[in-house]
């Protein structure tokens, strides 16, 4: 095997194929994370520390205990997790062609009210404060939660003391059952108050244990519904403070907030007495914890320079009073003498910071990712690096939840950690990685074990001197054929490998012959087929002339292999409402003719020649087309639609020309003409919540798998663009995009105006992406485990073989693997994924990713090498799919129930010995329990009450085919405050927590989907006159979606920032500026995700408690 060899990188194969990932023709191409590709690299020094040189290639880890990040004095080992990489998303396009921007898109009449995104419900009793931060992050390791930080900084006149637990400003949503002991974080004694859970007393209306929160319970523990009561002041145990905090030099890097590590003893209550007296509340409110900042721990300055305050922007004064949920009293809590009226707040800065294990995996990334190590986790996704393939594939290709499986289905099953792998097939890379090789092995086709049909890869072991080859994923032996013959050396190795990508790379291409063609046939090229809605909302909101004239240039960047050539795609045209119009474009034709279908029954497509057409050839009579049909049906009164026949004229068209192709569709309403696929508004909210839920994710009408299946069965990709101003049943509209490989973009109130931007670079860079058609996807696996089961969007007719009319640059699939066998940790695992595809140009090839892990025979070295992030990815695609058949809630509960059983089980089996009361996390899923509630707060599993059903089944189509960073960013979406904007480095991102904004700063927030620019309401007036050219924040226009552009350092970097991250999403993100206290600031807080949502979604710190909680339970 070869999947440990160190190879020199010099491409010894000749050119790669230039076909993906070439800049080429103004194709979207990858964009690095932060601005500006690539990172230079620091100078190589030898094996980056990070990953773990000493790790003999083949060998297993050592079993010892894995990192930990737990709440205890003893300062835990501090490991070099690897992490996963950068992501691979494509940029956006570059404005290839004008923006079809002129005076008569925008009708006059008054566009609709509402937001487009209308995830938010409508109120919220939330206000925001404006919160004074915390200057560290991180206390000493084996400092109290309770008394982190040493204010040095605080006006004599603070009630807080050097020994004052932090304040945090959440009410916890649940209450634990009486009995409940102290999280994690607070080891030692539980607390006094009858077991109350999380520390603070719940509220009166709360139910014990009752997670998550009613809704009812949550707002009642709103603060400004709330009488602010002067709780007297309250005391520390002392047990929590066991002496004066330690040198802060002992913290490790790894520990992630911690408790004061009391041994297990008496569980009494805390004493009284004590020197933790804690001051009043409101006396804290106004001058302690919340409204001072506190400075940088002495000794401590944050891990790396200059960046010691991840997540703490610029203290401001505090000018609002801030309403404490802490203050609710506590039924309790108050039948104790008031000394005893403790309760245990948990620092936010005590708990594991995303922010701070994504900085601190940048920190160490100094080099290339080198693949060849087997099991080596590569750098997290956040993280910018260059990848160099040298034997398994690039982390952009395939990342997996572990990268040390265990060795038997008792020890999966024990220990509940999802053995998946997250492969996106046709990903670009970044310019300076070289796309797959591509090769031809002639007439004979690729290489191939005789029993299991793997691929040619570098797993495969040559033996009796060269003239056979054991596979290593079923162990038959092979004949090497004589044209492939090659001697070996003395090592046993084919002395050719280096020349061959087949032998030596994780990643490439074959060629592949007749034999892989459908009917033995060498595939026509594809053709694409735009199908535009002409009914009277289309054309009123101006879309059907945006979309026209944007064709006309866009035409000329179709796909091609090779940037100097034309594209081979050919091209269609199709209007409709409730009948279908199709167009002869046929070069001859001095104009385009027009024929129409309006008995759509049994669709059928009235012309062969002319319909589908060469863009050059037939340039005059397309543009003549595209210009003529805005005027043709200016005056339509048509408010109905057709939407099955539509899809059924593509892939009629697509048959009668024997190709596959992509079909643009572009559509505005509920199809309720009379017509096969006629749907009925089905909408109903009173079923939100109850067992008939799950009906609302499901397509309506059987009548749209079996198009899905037929589209598949011809490679006929569709994409879907809805432009809806009501509800459209996406859940039933997507099925056929969702089967066939192809997205689904959603433009809801579609304004021309403020929305046309968004739409034609989603459009420019969806018809102008890599894409591959027709294709089957096939994982093989070593004996021992298999693929079982799969996330994406595509189709599978049997149980094994993925099939995708279309897969683009973008789309991921999510595999999920179970144990048939016992595993080795000699020979670790092994899979290989094929793809079969047809090119752009109409080539047929396969493309070969091989991925090796480790395996283990104890549970240690499993959590030691997982991925937090890809097992996010496959928790999330799970669960989303899990709510077509089962209630939100149960999938809520199943979630929550799978976490908690992986962290006990580490906690049982690998963790140190020590005392109940704490928490304790594996290193690399440390952040676990914080994605984990921010996927159980997402709009598919608790909406807001202003999250419509087609918004849900949006999401829940779009997730299923993300890659890890994009779930990643989506689920814990990125805040960048902006300051020290001149400087070529990004800021440092902060937590997604309101506590974390300043309101004299200005901050930038990433979804994937959404870009937000929040104001705070006392920004400094310079700030901005650079990014709005206004001195007053009353003046800024909060309807504007593009920034000002300015002749000041300030603007210009904050404008590349914003096209920076744009570039990196395969989506265009809107800007949307928010105002402090603007309605708009709703939506804003939505993201927010660390905190309580206004859907009743727990705050991080609540539902880390909960989490605790869980755990405890399962381990007693
Ligand atoms: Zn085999």
Redesign the pocket.
Request: aromatic letters at 6%; charged letters at 25%.
């Given at each position: 095997m070869n999947v440990n060899q160190h190879t020199p990188m010099a491409p010894p194969y000749g050119q790669p194929q230039p076909s993906y990932g070439q800049p080429g023709y103004g194709q979207p191409t990858y964009a690095p994370l932060d601005s500006g590709y690539p990172a230079p690299y620091a100078p190589h020094n030898g094996p980056a520390s990070a990953y773990h040189p000493g790790i003999p290639p083949q060998a297993p880890p050592p079993s010892s205990q894995p990192p930990t990040s737990h709440y205890s004095a003893q300062p835990q080992p501090s490991y070099s997790q690897s992490h996963p990489p950068a992501s691979s998303a494509p940029s956006q396009l570059p404005p290839s062609s004008a923006p079809a921007g002129s005076q008569q898109y925008y009708p006059s009449s008054a566009p609709p009210s509402q937001q487009p995104i209308s995830s938010l419900p409508p109120t919220s009793q939330q206000r925001f404060v404006s919160p004074g931060q915390p200057q560290h992050t991180f206390p000493p390791s084996s400092t109290s939660y309770a008394g982190p930080a040493p204010p040095p900084t605080q006006p004599a006149s603070t009630p807080v003391t050097q020994t004052q637990p932090p304040f945090h400003p959440h009410q916890p949503p649940f209450s634990s059952a009486p009995g409940g002991q102290p999280p994690a974080f607070t080891t030692g004694p539980p607390p006094p108050a009858q077991g109350s859970f999380p520390p603070q007393a719940p509220p009166p209306s709360s139910q014990p244990g009752s997670f998550p929160p009613p809704s009812s319970v949550s707002s009642g523990q709103y603060p400004s519904s709330m009488p602010p009561p002067q709780q007297p002041p309250q005391s520390q145990p002392p047990t929590y403070h066991p002496g004066p905090p330690p040198p802060q030099a002992q913290m490790p890097p790894t520990s992630i907030g911690q408790s004061n590590h009391q041994p297990p003893g008496p569980q009494g209550p805390p004493s009284p007495t004590g020197p933790l007296q804690q001051p009043p509340l409101q006396q804290g409110m106004q001058t302690g914890a919340f409204g001072q900042p506190r400075s940088p721990q002495p000794g401590y300055g944050g891990p790396y320079q200059g960046q010691p305050n991840y997540g703490a922007p610029a203290p401001t004064p505090q000018a609002q009073k801030r309403l404490d949920p802490d203050a609710i009293p506590s039924p309790q809590a108050s039948d104790m003498p008031p000394v005893q009226k403790s309760r245990h707040r948990i620092d936010p800065d005590a708990i594991p910071s995303p922010i701070q294990v994504i900085e601190d995996d940048k920190a160490k990334t100094t080099e290339p990712f080198t693949t060849g190590v087997r099991g080596q986790a590569p750098p997290l996704v956040t993280t910018n690096f260059q990848v160099k393939d040298q034997g398994n594939a690039s982390p952009r290709f395939v990342r997996c939840t572990a990268y040390n499986m265990p060795c038997t289905a008792d020890m999966a099953k024990q220990s509940q950690v999802p053995l998946a792998a997250v492969i996106k097939p046709l990903a670009i890379l970044p310019p300076d990685e070289t796309p797959p090789y591509l090769v031809d092995h002639g007439e004979g086709g690729p290489i191939?074990?005789?029993?299991?049909?793997?691929y040619m890869c570098p797993y495969m072991q040559f033996i009796e001197g060269g003239r056979r080859f054991q596979?290593?994923?079923?162990?038959?032996v092979?004949e090497v054929p004589p044209h492939y013959f090659q001697h070996l050396d003395h090592t046993g190795r084919r002395v050719d490998c280096y020349d061959r990508p087949e032998l030596s790379l994780g990643s490439y291409e074959f060629l592949a012959t007749v034999d892989y063609c459908k009917n033995n046939k060498i595939p026509q090229p594809p053709a694409y087929i735009f199908l535009i809605d002409v009914s009277y909302n289309a054309v009123k909101s101006g879309l059907v002339s945006i979309i026209c004239q944007e064709l006309k240039s866009l035409l000329d960047h179709l796909p091609r292999e090779n940037p100097e050539m034309d594209s081979v795609i050919r091209v269609g045209f199709v209007t409709y409402n409730k009948v279908l119009h199709f167009y002869n474009v046929k070069s001859s034709l001095a104009q385009p003719q027009m024929l129409v279908v309006s008995d759509v029954s049994d669709m059928f497509v009235p012309l062969l020649d002319g319909f589908l057409v060469n863009v050059n050839d037939s340039r005059q009579v397309i543009e003549s087309l595209l210009d003529q049909i805005p005027e043709m049906f200016a005056d339509t009164r048509e408010t109905e639609t057709v939407f099955g026949p539509v899809i059924q004229a593509g892939l009629e068209a697509l048959k009668a020309a024997d190709c596959a192709g992509k079909l643009f569709v572009f559509h505005t309403s509920l199809p309720i003409a009379e017509a096969p696929g006629k749907l009925k508004n089905r909408e109903d909210k009173k079923l939100i919540g109850t067992d008939k839920e799950k009906s609302l994710f499901q397509p309506q009408a059987g009548f749209y798998n079996n198009l899905a299946k037929e589209c598949v069965t011809q490679g006929c990709c569709v994409d879907l663009f809805l432009f809806p101003n009501q509800y459209v049943d996406v859940a039933t509209l997507g099925v056929v995009p969702v089967s066939t490989g192809g997205s689904v973009y959603k433009y809801t109130y579609f304004q021309a105006e403020s929305d046309q931007e968004r739409f034609l670079n989603d459009l420019r860079r969806d018809v102008q992406k890599p894409v591959g058609f027709d294709a089957v996807m096939r994982v093989?696996t070593s004996t021992g485990i298999r693929a079982t089961d799969f996330f994406g969007s595509f189709f599978m007719n049997n149980t094994t073989d993925v099939e995708l009319a279309g897969l683009d640059c973008d789309k991921a699939i999510t595999v999920e693997f179970k144990h048939d066998d016992k595993l080795s940790e000699e020979t670790g695992a092994l899979m290989q994924c094929a793809v079969l595809y047809t090119s752009c140009s109409g080539q047929r090839r396969l493309r070969i990713h091989n991925m090796a892990v480790n395996c283990c025979s104890q549970l240690a070295d499993l959590y030691r090498n997982c991925e937090t992030d890809t097992i996010i990815n496959f928790l999330s695609k799970y669960a989303f799919r899990g709510v077509l058949n089962n209630p939100t809630k149960a999938v809520r509960d199943t979630l929550v129930n799978q976490c908690a059983q992986i962290l006990a089980c580490y906690r049982k089996n690998c963790a140190s010995p020590s005392s109940a009361g704490q928490l304790i996390l594996p290193e690399c899923m440390k952040l676990l329990p914080v994605y984990l509630n921010c996927v159980l707060k997402s709009d598919v599993l608790l909406p807001g009450a202003d999250v419509s059903l087609d918004d849900r089944a949006y999401l829940r189509q779009l997730i299923s085919c993300m890659d890890v960073a994009e779930t990643h960013v989506f689920f814990y979406p990125r805040l960048l405050p902006l300051v020290k904007l001149e400087s070529g480095a990004l800021p440092v991102a902060v937590r997604d927590s309101e506590e974390r904004l300043s309101k004299g700063g200005v901050y930038l927030l990433e979804t994937g989907l959404h870009l937000f620019l929040w104001v705070g309401a006392s920004v400094q007036q310079e700030l901005l006159l650079n990014i709005f050219g206004t001195p007053s924040f009353g003046q800024i226009d909060s309807s504007m979606t593009s920034l000002p552009v300015l002749e000041n350092p300030i603007s210009q970097r904050l404008r590349e920032i914003i096209d920076s991250f744009r570039a990196q999403r395969s989506r265009y993100m809107k800007l949307i500026l928010v105002k402090q206290e603007d309605r708009a600031e709703l939506m804003f807080k939505h993201f927010l995700v660390e905190d309580k949502s206004a859907s009743g979604g727990a705050s991080y710190v609540d539902f880390l408690c909960h989490m605790h909680k869980e755990i405890r339970q399962l381990l007693s």
């Open positions: 191939r074990c005789n029993r299991c049909k793997a596979c290593s994923f079923c162990s038959c092979t093989r």
